[in-house]
């Protein structure tokens, strides 16, 4: 029976352990993304248009409006529930990333950004979306 107790100890502490060193690399690592170089200097395939730019307002108001908020502040009614930041889409440091890195960004996800590569099959809606962002810019 002591032994068991002993046994049962070990494995809630290791428990413990692991899930306190996820959260600490998690709060490290949010907002750094390890974006493949491949995906910088690839051009946008969708062209902006009025279409792309409604079919990317839609796409938004659906998937990511929850965290990111109407105007892409970051403050979606989702967004206090996270224990991250959902970024600024109005920032600088926002927009000067490349179409192809906000690319990788959406599709793959990270943490509790969710990947859209499923949600969002199509590639060229995917494309289409980052004209939407744009207008987010700060004027
Ligand atoms: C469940 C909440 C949630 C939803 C829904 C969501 N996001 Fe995010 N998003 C986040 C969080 C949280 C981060 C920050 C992640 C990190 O840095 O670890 C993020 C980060 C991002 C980034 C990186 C921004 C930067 O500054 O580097 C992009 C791009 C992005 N999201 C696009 C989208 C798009 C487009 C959609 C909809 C198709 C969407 N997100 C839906 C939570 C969400």
Redesign the pocket.
Known sequence: MKLFQIRLMTISMGMLLVFSFSTIIQAQT??V?NIPAKYKPMKNPVSKSKESVANGKD??AK??K???GTAGLGDGP?AAS?D?T??DFSSKK?QA?ADGE?FF??SEG?????S?KKL?PEDNDRWG?IHY?RTMAAK
């Open positions: 949010a907002g993304w796409l938004y998937h990511c929850s965290c990111h989702k996270l991250v959902c970024s926002f990333l906000i960004q959406m990270k943490g509790k950004m969710p859209f969002i979306l962002l």
